[in-house]
T-cell receptor, first 115, second 113 residues
Framework: DGGITQSPKYLFRKEGQNVTLSCEQNLNHDAMYWYRQDPGQGLRLIYYSQIVNDFQKGDIAEGYSVSREKKESFPLTVTSAQKNPTAFYLC??????????????FGPGTRLTVL | SQKIEQNSEALNIQEGKTATLTCNYTNYSPAYLQWYRQDPGRGPVFLLLIRENEKEKRKERLKVTFDTTLKQSLFHITASQPADSATYLCALSISGGYNKLIFGAGTRLAVHP
């Protein structure tokens, strides 16, 4: 899991509630990512950020929001607008350099269940 | 449409044999391809990266090939061990302004003693 931590490991949410998933890295990486993983599917990109105070939508951003106030932190909020939030959420970070392949380092994941 | 395909069926092999996993893609021109290992309930861990101008890459018991004409990568584990049992994901790196990886769904490998 490298130098990336995610909390909590398990999270239960009632319908209609917003929840925030934490992601912290001490690898001094510029880029951070949030993915969602569902059984039988590849990782799908929710949001990513290449620099503090800037982030872009990924392929499935609807119903999610993020912030990047510090280089080390990239929290993800799952809002009540997300229709099917039950999934395994993975945070990753990567070093950004010209010509440097973007190997990603993943956290241990948060499993979110909507009751 | 753009697709990455990995064999969705689990691969079962005997300990000591060579495991070969396949990653096929369509409509992409990746700059490079990566392989990750994922254990149940955990985040993926990077294993190997191969660039578009490389045919083969090795690391200990692991070997990756990359055929941009066939649009295919093969991932080999030689002398497999039960500890190699996991899901293996391939990921394409698409150039174009930011570092983005497109992941396949993964193939589950089970190595039996």
């Amino acid at each position: 899991d490298g130098g990336i931590t995610q909390s909590p490991k398990y999270l239960f949410r009632k319908e209609g509630q917003n929840v925030t998933l934490s992601c912290e890295q001490n690898l001094n990486h510029d880029a951070m990512y949030w993915y969602r993983q569902d059984p039988g599917q590849g990782l799908r990109l929710i949001y990513y950020s290449q620099i503090v105070n800037d982030f872009q939508k990924g392929d499935i951003a609807e119903g999610y929001s993020v912030s990047r106030e510090k280089k080390e932190s990239f929290p993800l909020t799952v809002t009540s607008a997300q229709k099917n939030p039950t999934a395994f959420y993975l945070c990753a970070s990567a070093y950004m350099g010209l010509g440097v392949p973007d190997t990603q380092y993943f956290g241990p994941g948060t499993r979110l269940t909507v009751l | 449409s753009q697709k990455i395909e990995q064999n969705s069926e689990a691969l079962n092999i005997q300990e000591g044999k060579t495991a070969t996993l396949t990653c096929n893609y369509t409509n992409y021109s990746p700059a490079y391809l990566q392989w990750y290992r994922q254990d149940p309930g955990r985040g993926p861990v990077f294993l190997l990266l191969i660039r578009e101008n490389e045919k083969e890459k090795r690391k200990e018991r692991l070997k990756v090939t990359f055929d941009t004409t066939l649009k295919q990568s093969l991932f080999h584990i030689t002398a497999s061990q039960p500890a190699d049992s996991a899901t293996y994901l391939c990921a394409l790196s698409i150039s174009g302004g930011y570092n983005k990886l497109i992941f396949g769904a993964g193939t589950r490998l089970a190595v039996h003693p």
